[in-house]
């Protein structure tokens, strides 16, 4: 139970969700978007080699979305039950009406994150944030060093301004996440950035599962995979987490009494796109998530923004229906609950959102072999193969 006593500025993003989906109030079924990302713009003050934006982050897209129209679509999006909303790009602090478009979402109520990469957090971008702070500010590192940080953001400097900007944060006492991207370029400081963590008395998010970008140009495509580590590194970085572990030993207990009956109608969408989670992009297109351009409308095409987002989400109802096809080949894998794919993700990797990332997928019967958790999965294309013995 959520402690009544405490402010907004107290209570947790999690204990927020977990209060609005487990009251009773039916959230979940009636599909009230309470959940969403807003992308103010794809342009960004750094150059990463794994980033899925594409070439867009390099000059500023015209049809980016005015103020007046972001303020229209934050009206929209309170009228219609949102109670979260992150505020991403690129990086979402380029926007000159940066502060303008923070203080009208305050004024709306929102539950307001900012994911960031710090560099541009001077002292009086951090001044700001702390009289209108954020309910979690998410800040990105790409190394350790400087050497290795400005191999992964090829800009030079911004070593410096990123560290200067987590000094800004830590000075002004700001509620914050740190989150490093396990990417081959710095997979070796991993343990440097995790003793920085330690040491910056904040929670270290790490993630692996890089894909492809939902950009275009030399940057765009399957430019980012590039960066993903083999099978072997990114599971056993996985499986340094004691809570996947626990979660594993669970469903095994769980597998060694219960029958694993074959999966036939499987849901294509199983998680919250589209149900109560959405993303929009900087040009207006309203999106089940980030990675599900592919199935998105413009908010704005000859019509208001309100009339846009109900027809969409309404849209966003009927592909919730789809069912798994039967040549999935993750219909019939009951492995699902340890791997990290997804239709948006399988869109993005082979332009067919019912297929398997294979990488994911040798991941994953990696993880299932290292771990002992019993499978029935065997499709032999995906299956991981252990490497001979010389």
Request: charged content about 25%.
């Amino acid at each position: 139970m959520m402690d009544e006593s405490k402010t907004l500025k107290e209570i947790s993003y999690g204990d927020l969700g977990n209060r609005v989906h487990a009251d009773g109030s039916g959230v979940a079924e009636r599909r009230v978007p309470t959940d969403g990302m807003l992308e103010l713009t794809r342009l960004c003050s750094l150059k990463c080699t794994h980033c899925y934006i594409g070439d867009a982050r390099w000059k500023k897209d015209p049809r980016e979305l005015s103020t007046d129209q972001l303020k229209a679509l934050m009206d929209a999006l309170a009228e219609r039950g949102t109670l979260w909303l992150t505020f991403t790009g690129g990086e979402a602090l380029l926007r000159k009406d940066f502060k303008e478009l923070w203080l009208y979402a305050k004024q709306k109520g929102f539950a307001l994150v900012l994911f960031s990469n710090a560099t541009l957090i001077d002292d009086k971008m951090a001044g700001f944030l702390e009289l209108h702070p954020p309910q979690c500010l998410e800040i990105s590192i790409y190394g350790a060093t400087r050497e290795t940080y400005e191999r992964v953001t090829l800009i030079p400097g911004s070593f410096d301004r990123f560290m200067r900007g987590i000094e800004n944060v830590r000075k002004r006492g700001l509620p914050w996440v740190l989150k490093a991207p396990v990417i081959k370029e710095l997979a070796g400081e991993i343990p440097q950035i995790t003793a920085l963590a330690s040491e910056w008395g904040v929670r270290l998010v790490l993630d692996g599962e890089i894909n492809a970008s939902i950009g275009e140009g030399q940057s765009g495509g399957k430019a980012p995979c590039a960066s993903r580590l083999s099978e072997e590194r990114l599971v056993d970085f996985a499986l340094e987490d004691k809570n996947l572990l626990i979660e594993i030993k669970g469903m095994a207990r769980e597998r060694a009494t219960a029958a694993m009956a074959p999966k036939t109608d499987e849901p294509l969408f199983s998680c919250g796109a589209g149900s109560n989670m959405f993303y929009v992009n900087s040009r207006g297109d309203l999106q089940m998530c980030v990675l599900t351009h592919h199935r998105s409308e413009n908010l704005y095409a000859d019509r208001t923004v309100a009339d846009g987002f109900d027809a969409t989400w309404a849209k966003f109802g009927d592909f919730r229906k789809i069912k798994m096809r039967a040549d999935s080949p993750c219909i019939a894998c009951d492995l699902t609950g340890i791997c990290k794919s997804c239709p948006g993700f399988a869109h993005l990797e082979n332009g067919d959102e019912h297929s398997a990332v294979e990488w994911l997928c040798r991941s994953t019967h990696l993880k299932a072999l290292k771990t002992g958790l019993p499978h029935r999965c065997d499709i032999k294309h995906f299956v991981y193969t252990p490497p001979k013995k010389p």
